[in-house]
T-cell receptor
Framework: GAVVSQHPSWVICKSGTSVKIECRSL??????MFWYRQFPKQSLMLMAT?????????EQGVEKDKFLINHASLTLSTLTVTSAHPEDSSFYIC???????????FGEGSRLTVL | DAKTTQPPSMDCAEGRAANLPCNHS???????VYWYRQIHSQGPQYIIH???NNETNEMASLIITEDRKSSTLILPHATLRDTAVYYC????????????????FGTGTRLQVTL
């Protein structure tokens, strides 16, 4: 099946620093990518929808200036957590929608720990 | 997207069939039923989806009631590796683009397969 890769798979950073997470569709073109956040023992919460070449659409309550999303190509979207704080520690997951069939595939997730 | 209701947890003995129910009484005519699962600390994995007919693939079977208000995911011979949280999601056609193609996750059913 189609593969979506996230990098890094885990990251530890100090409070106040910015962290970038990459989401790549390895063998297909993705016109739309989605970013989710998941806290322990909770379900996935959609943060934003990004379309290639345009601004991301953020869900209610998600700060767009804190969670910067860039979808510069059909195979890459990035999520930057700016000025990270301990409450931003979470499991971040991306999914990509194939251009041809419309199916959705998920990355392996990136675990962020902010000290 | 229509809301779904799933039991929070279920147990199943290894080798037996696991039957996971899902209620989606407000499903619309153009909405599909999707099933994903999430093994601990991994991204969600697609299992199966259907519109109104029963579906089967190498992973599972999906039984949708005639009125489409509920469905059951069947894992015919559960193994320990099937222990995961299973999400039933209803959403519109795959061909819809942008934010319309997003998946909204509920709380899912935590399936524990035991020896």
């Amino acid at each position: 099946g189609a593969v979506v890769s996230q990098h890094p798979s885990w990251v530890i950073c100090k409070s106040g620093t910015s962290v970038k997470i990459e989401c790549r569709s390895l063998d297909f073109q993705a016109t739309t990518m989605f970013w989710y956040r998941q806290f322990p023992k909770q379900s996935l919460m959609l943060m934003a929808t990004s379309n290639e070449g345009s601004k991301a659409t953020y869900e209610q309550g998600v700060e767009k200036d804190k969670f910067l999303i860039n979808h510069a190509s059909l195979t890459l979207s990035t999520l930057t957590v700016t000025s990270a704080h301990p409450e931003d520690s979470s499991f971040y997951i991306c999914s990509a929608r194939t251009f041809l069939t419309g199916e959705l595939f998920f990355g392996e997730g990136s675990r962020l720990t902010v000290l | 997207d229509a809301k779904t209701t799933q039991p929070p947890s279920m147990d199943c003995a290894e080798g037996r069939a696991a039957n996971l129910p899902c209620n989606h009484s407000t499903i619309s005519g153009n909405e599909y039923v999707y099933w994903y699962r999430q093994i601990h600390s991994q991204g969600p994995q697609y299992i199966i989806h259907g519109l109104k007919n029963n579906e089967t693939n190498e992973m599972a079977s999906l039984i949708i009631t005639e009125d489409r208000k509920s469905s059951t995911l069947i894992l015919p011979h559960a193994t320990l590796r099937d222990t995961a949280v299973y999400y039933c999601i209803v959403r519109v056609n795959l061909r819809d683009t942008g934010t319309a193609s997003k998946l909204t996750f509920g709380t899912g059913t935590r399936l524990q397969v035991t020896l």
